[in-house]
């Protein structure tokens, strides 16, 4: 491509030339006529002279028009090596360069125009459609880029090197409260008094990433912190990823504080065996004094081993190690049994209790062992907390896929404020009296975690001095199915 071009122009130059001698010699022979006219009026010389004239002059010319067209031909050929040198060359190498580019849809495609600027032509429409298609795929991936950054669960936010915000999503708006003033590094995180700062991000050689806890509100966050650089390998800015961790505070929370309940519901009983059992070892007590201190010492490692079960229970239950061992069962048939085995504690109470099954319950189907604690608890805790002589009314019914059981007591009630949180594990309306009764505050978390595994549900609803009302809900068999 492009090899033959110092010849075309050489033979362009050479045409010029051709044209332009040719003209210049018709112009000259017509001009010598009307000289010789002009001679042979004003000088009345004969024709013999004046053809002698023309002749050498003739003859001149030809020598002078062979001089200029050997000249004219050098000054083209010389014209052509410039020409090929400074520009010819560089569309040349250009061309090649661009056919590099575009060798493999050059195989592809035919191109029917020829000709070294027909081909410069075609390559760049090439390049053009290579670059549309470059630009196409780029902007597609911005797309899907920020659609990405969009839904995201974690905040990013990307700041340039003077510490103002080149991209940012939602999510990060969302967990540090951003307001549309907040537009650089120091707005975003100097109010939240954090010992860092843009250059020691950037700057400091032997950086790499850090975290910050931050809490916005009633959020806690957590913040990374790491330098990005340039083509160059030059610091070009911070990028900040932010993640959620309220949750992960609150179980922390929790679990320093049932550290702190397990150890206080275990000193107690704890305390009172070691004082019984020390005063019986030191004197010599008779048989009645020893046999109430023995059941003082029994009664407390009772409570001690259902602290330890229950607590067991729960453990199981958070770790999915305990799994639901799902059966169809006759829901009204077990909770007359439970009525049942609490039989003795009713009548220690004078307590009136009514059961009522509606008719075609269809089977439940769950775990029928973990069911019947929910039961017997539920129960327990109407027949404990209602004075004596109290009535307790129990429901079994089902609607739409769902059967239930609503036991009503008329005992003393649960505060309003109360109800939001007892299904906290260790939370006791009244700790002193439920200690003394020998609750452990982790039934009804119990209940709960058993229910949400089997996909049942349990409500309360009580008043202070009226009583109160215990549903629960579990799935039929036909729901399952």
């Given amino acids: 491509m492009f090899k033959n071009i110092p010849i075309k122009i050489v033979l362009v130059f050479f045409l010029i030339g051709i044209i332009i001698i040719g003209g210049f010699c018709g112009f000259f022979l017509n001009s010598l006529n009307i000289i010789s006219q002009k001679i042979q009026v004003e000088q009345n010389l004969d024709i013999g002279q004046v053809t002698d004239m023309i002749n050498q002059l003739e003859n001149n010319t030809k020598v002078a028009v062979i001089i200029f067209s050997i000249a004219y031909i050098i000054v083209g050929i010389i014209i052509a090596v410039i020409l090929s040198k400074f520009v010819i060359y560089p569309i040349n190498k250009l061309i090649k360069s661009a056919e590099k580019i575009t060798e493999e849809e050059s195989k592809e495609k035919k191109n029917k125009k020829k ?5 410069l032509e075609n390559v760049f429409g090439i390049m053009t459609t290579e670059l549309k298609e470059k630009l196409s795929e780029v902007s597609t991936q911005k ?8 839904h995201m669960t974690d905040g990013i936010i990307a700041f340039n090197r003077k510490g103002e915000i080149i991209l940012i999503n939602p999510a990060a708006k969302k967990f540090l409260s951003i307001r549309p003033e907040d537009n650089t590094f120091d707005d975003i995180f100097k109010k939240f008094n954090l010992n860092i700062n843009m250059e020691k991000i950037i700057y400091l050689e032997n950086w790499t990433s850090t975290e910050q806890k931050i809490q916005v509100d009633d959020r806690y966050v957590k913040a990374f912190f790491a330098p990005f650089k340039d083509e160059e390998e030059r610091p070009d800015g911070v990028i900040a990823v932010i993640q959620d961790i309220t949750e992960h505070v609150k179980l922390d929370n929790m679990q320093k504080e049932l550290v702190a309940d397990v150890s206080h519901e275990l000193k107690t009983p704890i305390t009172s065996i070691m004082g019984y059992a020390d005063t019986l070892l030191e004197g010599d007590y008779n048989k009645e004094t020893q046999d109430k201190f023995l059941n003082v010492i029994a009664t407390e490692a009772r409570r001690m081993a259902k602290l330890v079960t229950d607590l067991l229970t729960l453990s199981r239950y958070d770790s999915n190690k305990k799994r639901a061992q799902k059966e169809s069962f006759d829901l009204g048939d077990l909770v007359k049994k439970c009525q049942d085995k609490l039989a003795i504690e009713i009548k220690k109470k004078n307590h009136t209790v009514n059961c009522f099954v509606t008719a075609d319950v269809p089977p439940v189907y769950a775990d029928k062992y973990d069911i019947e604690r929910v039961v017997l608890n ?8 209602t004075k004596d002589g109290g009535e307790i009314k129990i429901y079994v019914g089902f609607v739409y896929n769902d059967a239930y059981i609503k036991i009503f007591d008329n005992g003393i009630g649960i505060p309003e404020e109360d109800l939001s949180r007892i299904f906290e594990r260790f939370y006791r309306v009244d700790k002193a009296r439920t200690r003394e009764m020998g609750g452990s505050g982790l039934g009804l978390a119990i209940a709960k975690e058993i229910l949400d595994k089997n996909g049942g549900s ?24």
Avoid: F
């Fill in 143 to 150: 797309n899907q880029i920020e659609t990405i950054l969009l």
């Fill in 115 to 119: 000709g070294e600027m027909s081909n």
């Fill in 458 to 481: 349990i409500d309360i609803k009580s008043v202070v001095g009226q009583g109160t009302e215990v549903v629960v809900r579990i799935p039929t068999k036909g729901d399952r199915e």
């Fill in 378 to 385: 539920i129960l327990t805790n109407s027949i404990k907390y």
